[in-house]
């Protein structure tokens, strides 16, 4: 039963009291973590463990020994000749010079300041040539789609792919970016009654922290403005698309979800899927199962029907056809997917934004009213999602979805999941992202696992560490919300090798899992490569992949795809101008990390010594 239909037959059964509680939520999962520690205990579904990896001991003795031994692969990553053999003794130099520079605090915190007054005094075609020649060339691979393919090919014939990112952002000043966010998080009846809502203050929009780029320094940023800028941005991606399809035959292609809508939709569904995701803890906790692990907990469908009753839901024949027809329930329990999988008519937007009131047992509405062009903006949103993933299939490039705020991923996710339940059904075209400094990230990662498994499509997932780490910080403890972000660093790694593991785990029952390791760490590219090598997995499976930044950790990059693992850069693209922005975050970001390791810069200096005094002083890339 849709849930439209269920919402319908609670007014039909409570005409004066349409603020009753109904089952269900997305057939995706929320993302809001567990409370429970997962080290307690391995959860089983149907007899596979879903929460801790396999041990080794146990792999081994499935496997073939000898036979791993002889397809074991060693990356050497303090090979230079091999790491830097597609650059130029000039592209050596240039990355010397820029790293330098990062590492010199003045220049990075002036850095804006600093180029907007050499455009002055150079004039422009001086400043793009100086830009061209240091931080632009270093970290951008040119203007447009055409200017950008010699870069892509002979990244191409050293085994090195591309995921295209058009990292163009608008130049606004914080107070620009304040009021456009106060305004397209808001919605006109808030504005009205901007107390008689029941909504949490973490999916409320605050304007001391408005503006979004603020403690960030490796995302890009989108501001709405009105629809038909996201319409231009959407055809954006899908320029983005072709170029990539156009340039390599397995490219991938970066999106971020507030590019495409009013960004007060996913800060409302987000609310709504976590709070459905409470409702559904309360009934375990009343069956007394709240201690199990998250895909362990099962509802006794006999007495979840009995408690809907008692809450005064609806009469329980009434409650009883909402299962109708549903495979569901066959087993005499209902558990988390199956609960999430009872939505399916999304046809009145609005109608999703409804969350259970735990203290009075009584559904309400997450605002008093909607307006029509409210309702009309929230389609266009999944309309302008599921044009793009078209595009994609039919160009043959994968859709990376990139993660944002907390307050906005559990709605980014579900979308996303539901482009995946979707157009991976023969291969992995749409990838999720998971921030794995976030506490919850390997309940995210399990979850989603499993419901690609049960419904049988291609799980596509690119790890990464988390970019707005300070901003999120800053904003629950202003606030008052708990920190979604792990305590410290060694946390973050702790999480990453444990997301990591649990999806090489999958990849190796179950080839229908991908994943990308996007990870400038070169213990964690170690650390992967060394599983891949106890579980048997080849790089020419293509299942595993690896990701860095345009511009950085070449040493990583490199000797991988030279290796026949599948690796990815993300290739920046965008005028001068229009990508300063994306500039001052790469100048910022790098200052930390280049001054936290010297290796790099040693690697390359290595390499350009060895160049010299072998006399290969005019030294050229050959592909």
Known sequence: MSYTKLVASLVRAHPGN??????????????????????????????CTVVEAVPLELISQTKNVKNMQLNKIHIDFDNTQEAYKSKGNIELLRSLLVFKLCTIDILVEKNKELMDLSKKVLGQWMFEKLMKMTFYGQFVAGEDHNSIKPLIQK????????????SVEEDLTQEEAENKEM?????????????????????????????????????????????????NQMETFINCIRASGGASADGFSAIKMTALGRPQFLLQFSEVLVKWRRFFNFL????????????????????LKESLTKMGIAAKDDIENWFTGEKLGLSGTIDLLDWNS????????????MVP????????????????????QMKRMLQRVDVLAKHAMENGVRLMVDAEQTYFQPAISRLTLEMQRKFNREKPIIFNTYQCYLKEAYDNVTVDVELSRREGWYFGAKLVRGAYMYQERDRAKEIGYEDPINP???????????????????????RKANIMVATHNEDTVKFTLEKMNEMGLLPTEN?????????????????LGQAGFPVYKYVPYGPVNEVIPYLSRRAQENRGFMKGSQRERSLLWRELKRRLLGGQIFYKPVY
């Not at 408005?210 to 709405?224: E, H, K, M, P």
């Not at 009131?357 to 009309?376: D, I, Q, S, Y």
């Not at 990453?496 to 179950?510: A, G, P, S, W």
């Open 18 to 47: 349409v603020r009753k509680i109904r089952v269900s939520l997305g057939r995706c999962r929320s993302t809001v973590a567990s409370t429970k520690s997962q080290e307690e205990k391995d959860p089983q579904i149907d007899g």
């Open 155 to 166: 990244n191409q014939a050293f085994g090195v792919g591309a995921v295209l990112d058009y």
């Open 183 to 231: 305004d397209s998080c808001v919605s006109e009846a808030e504005k009205e009654s901007p107390d008689a809502d029941h909504r949490e203050k973490k999916y409320k929009a605050h304007r001391q922290f408005g503006d979004r780029r603020g403690g960030v320094i490796s995302a890009r940023t989108y501001f709405y403005a009105d629809e038909s800028k996201c319409d």
């Open 284 to 303: 375990a906790e009343q069956q007394g199962k709240s201690e199990m692990m998250l895909l362990e907990q099962k509802l006794e469908l006999e007495q």
């Open 342 to 353: 009872l939505i399916k008519d999304t046809t009145k937007i609005s109608s999703l934004l």
């Open 357 to 376: 009131n735990l203290e009075t047992g009584h559904l309400e509405p997450l605002l008093n009213k909607f307006t029509a062009e409210e309702e009309r």
């Open 488 to 510: 410290d660093y060694e946390a973050t790694n702790r999480m990453y090798h444990k997301c990591l593991e649990y999806v090489l785990e999958e990849i190796e029952h179950n």
């Open 543 to 559: 299942k595993v992949y690896f990701g860095q930044l345009l511009g950085m950790c070449d040493q990583i990059s490199f000797p």
